[in-house]
């Protein structure tokens, strides 16, 4: 049969690197790949369903799941993952010396809804007790101003969520002291440039972040990977296809990162770093597939509908095309 020409939207991570570049195959496709920022790529996929195959938000997946209106089914492939614990800045001059200062400040927020933000929303609720109506919620673009939710929300009464001054930026309301903190994904730019009166909210974030693993035995889910209905509807091979070919490329991908003849990535210390990871969080560390990684989806699935982003409390299994539910031994 001929190959289906797929387009396939995803960041340019090393772990997709062996399919871009052609050492991995999926079976049946001849992909045509799209490397962009996840903002780009979540936009044009939630609003105008633009890729056959693509990286997408957990938590806006999760909202338009649960309402019943997503283009895409998932596969249990998990492009991105993040500890948060690095994702809180706050004013370094206004007495917050804890998580729990936090209470009755403004804090900026690039969407709400962010899937960074729901997990940095429940290690704060759980290991410091602030809820999300214990503060005011700001929200617009980091550097550039106008962003909005890309999906539509209706949250609980008592969550106040305001946008911010037209022409106004989180990061230059955070540099001016007109917001308290910055709660995202990325770094706003003036952390990055070092002012003198922004910083991490927990002092020595790896250090947080180690510990809740090990009380939590969870590494958290950013990103999974969609397929379009319709295509699958027509193809129901396609799911475990594509599957496969993910996990074949990760292990690729850490195979060369094991190699440290030749550093691979242009960082000091990989061999160190790697280690560290192992000995913490297990040889699988970056697990894809459904099984191992159950547990973290269920925990953040429930965070997301106790905050009212999706309308019914969803099953992990419902995120899923059945048949990249398990997996075949030999």
């Known amino acids: 049969m001929n190959k289906l020409e797929l387009s396939v939207a995803v ?102 809804q962010l899937t960074a933000n729901v997990w940095a929303r429940l290690f704060l609720e759980e290991d410091h007790g602030l809820a999300p109506r214990d503060v005011t919620w700001m929200r617009g673009g980091y550097e550039e101003p106008g962003r909005v939710e890309k999906v539509n929300l209706d949250l609980p009464d008592g969550v106040r969520v305001e946008n911010i001054p037209e022409g106004e930026t989180l990061s230059g309301m955070l540099a001016s002291g007109e917001l308290d903190a910055v709660m995202g994904p990325r770094a706003p730019s003036c952390f990055e440039r070092g002012h003198p009166h922004v910083g991490y909210l927990y002092a020595e974030p790896q250090r947080a972040a180690s510990d809740w693993y090990r009380r939590t035995g969870i590494f958290p889910i950013m990103h999974l990977l969609g397929i379009r209905k319709t295509l699958v509807e027509r193809h129901p091979w396609l799911p475990f296809s594509v599957y496969k070919a993910f996990e074949q490329s990760k292990a690729r991908a850490l195979a060369k990162l094991s190699d440290t003849s030749a550093t691979k990535v242009t960082l000091p210390f990989v061999e160190d770093q790697l280690r560290a990871a192992r000995q913490l969080m297990g040889d699988d560390f970056w697990s894809y597939g459904f099984a191992p990684n159950r547990h973290a989806l269920a925990r953040f699935l429930q965070q997301h509908h106790d905050e009212g982003l999706s309308g019914r409390r969803l099953e992990p299994e419902e995120l899923f095309h059945p048949a990249t539910l398990e997996s075949f031994k030999i």
């Open 11 to 112: 960041g340019n991570y090393d772990r997709m690197r062996p399919l871009i570049d052609g050492e991995v195959q999926i079976d049946g496709v001849d992909p045509v790949f799209m490397l962009h920022d996840p903002e780009e790529i979540f936009f044009r996929a939630f609003r105008h369903a633009d890729f056959d195959i693509t990286e997408l938000s957990l938590s806006s997946y999760a909202v338009k799941t649960a309402a019943g209106n997503c283009p895409y089914i998932g596969v249990p492939v998990f492009p991105s993952r993040a500890f948060r614990h690095t994702s809180i800045y706050i004013r370094t001059d206004r007495g917050i010396e804890a998580p729990a200062d936090l209470r009755g400040k403004r804090i900026g927020v690039p969407e709400y």
